[in-house]
């Protein structure tokens, strides 16, 4: 489980999250609050891997709020995406039905990471490359 509370998985989420998202909506440009949610997102996921991976104590908050806000903002984009199955409330390049199925991975990863970050209070994996502590 310490695997997702790694910094190095919150900055591979977050900024595969920004670039997922723009390339989806490359050509299709929505509403900017639709867009800018997940380059936030991909930002605090960003800032809390950079504090966490200097200083676990001092980061592991800003990492868990970074999954946090991206956990939260995927419940939501799950949850709409779902009720709107029948009629798909977007045209884009990925299907509908895929768009709900990573949607849906994506939040159980945020959940993944916001529980492990939360849970794993010595710095995960980092003993053998900075110097921090060995895993619990």
Do not use: K
Not at 17 to 40: H, I, K
Not at 56 to 79: K, L, N, V
Not at 102 to 118: M, R, V
């Amino acid at each position: 489980m310490t695997f997702f509370a790694r910094p190095i998985f919150a900055l591979g989420f977050g900024l595969s999250l920004a670039l997922a998202e723009t390339a989806r909506r490359w050509g299709n440009w929505p509403f900017l609050p639709f867009l800018l949610d997940d380059w936030l997102a991909g930002l605090f996921l960003v800032y809390g891997a950079v504090r966490s991976r200097r200083d676990w104590a001092q980061g592991r908050p800003f990492q868990a709020a970074g999954w946090a806000f991206t956990a939260g903002m995927m419940y939501m984009s799950f949850f709409a995406h779902v009720e709107h199955w029948a009629q798909p409330p977007e045209a884009g390049w990925v299907p509908h039905g895929a768009l709900v199925g990573i949607i849906g991975a994506l939040l159980g990863l945020a959940l993944l990471g916001l529980g492990s970050t939360l849970l794993v209070r010595a710095a995960p994996g980092l003993g053998d490359a900075a110097g921090g502590a060995a895993p619990r």
